[in-house]
């Protein structure tokens, strides 16, 4: 599972991270290269240690044993603020302050870092054009005026203001209804290919994974067992992706996650 690091937003070596009171790591050795541009998908059911990968690389925590390296640095040699100023970190239900209109929320990260006022207000103004929502309509609202889509359009919107090289997206549709949920990942993979950030997506849902992912790391207790692309990944003997590939049913609802067409041209390449 190495690779060259030479073209590396993220490299982990040897990384293992504990806590006391489990006997067994929560994460095991990971050893792991995320490259500039691509959209890694993290795929394991709960506990594998998805987030906490997530975690380690905006040094929310720190390796028990290991090294975390981004952008060429270690995260013990970053300064944990700069480095998650650099970093766009979206969350199930978007995480918004409540108590901040829209405008505020997105302007968040460009005023803390000093931008001048106009230069923050036409940044907000062409995030929330660029994730799908009209500025005049939707700039002066709060979260609880929004459906649950929409905040999840603000909350990568927010992660996007202040131009990160990486983003880090934890279960960022999870909580959304079925046709919403199809629409953003839809939105999303179009943004990707636009913008070409590096992004580490974090999902327990394979349709996602593999619709969403430029690569799939597949994760099981605490452990990688798979790294590759989504066609590779329909084709691997790795026994928890075949246990994966039994949930997909293909041919049965693809149309209404429209994710049929990935999916099934994937299938088709096993054959």
Not at 12 to 20: A, H, M, Q, S
Not at 26 to 55: F, P, Y
Not at 147 to 165: E, N, T
Not at 257 to 267: F, I, Y
Request: aromatic share 6%; with cysteine; charged share 25%.
């Amino acid at each position: 599972m190495s690779s060259h690091s030479s073209d590396a937003a993220v490299l982990f070596r040897n990384v293992t991270y504990g806590v006391p009171q489990l006997a067994a790591p929560i994460l095991d050795n990971l050893d792991l290269v995320i490259r500039r541009g691509e959209t890694l998908v993290l795929l394991g059911e709960s506990g594998c240690g998805k987030t906490t990968t997530l975690k380690l690389i905006n040094r929310l925590l720190l390796p028990s044993e290991g090294t975390v390296t981004v952008e060429g640095k270690s995260t013990t040699e970053w300064d944990p603020i700069r480095l998650r100023r650099s970093t766009g970190y979206v969350i199930q239900d978007a995480g918004l302050f409540p108590h901040f209109t829209v405008e505020r929320n997105v302007a968040l990260v460009p005023q803390l870092e000093g931008w001048p006022a106009e230069r923050v207000r036409e940044r907000v103004r062409e995030m929330l054009s660029l994730v799908g929502l009209e500025p005049d309509s939707f700039a002066g609202r709060y979260p609880h005026e929004l459906s649950g889509g929409q905040r999840q359009r603000v909350g990568v919107a927010r992660a996007l203001a202040s131009d990160p090289p990486l983003l880090l997206l934890d279960e960022p549709f999870g909580a959304l209804d079925p046709l919403t949920r199809s629409s953003l990942q839809k939105e999303f993979r179009a943004l990707q290919r636009r913008l070409g950030k590096t992004a580490v997506f974090v999902t327990h849902d394979v349709r996602e994974a593999l619709f969403v992912g430029t690569r799939v790391g597949l994760m099981h207790a605490g452990r990688l067992v798979l790294l590759d692309s989504p066609e590779g990944f329909m084709r691997a003997d790795e026994p928890h992706a075949r246990a994966y590939r039994e949930t997909l049913k293909l041919g049965d609802g693809d149309a209404d996650t429209g994710n049929g067409d990935r999916l099934s041209g994937a299938a088709e390449r096993t054959e």
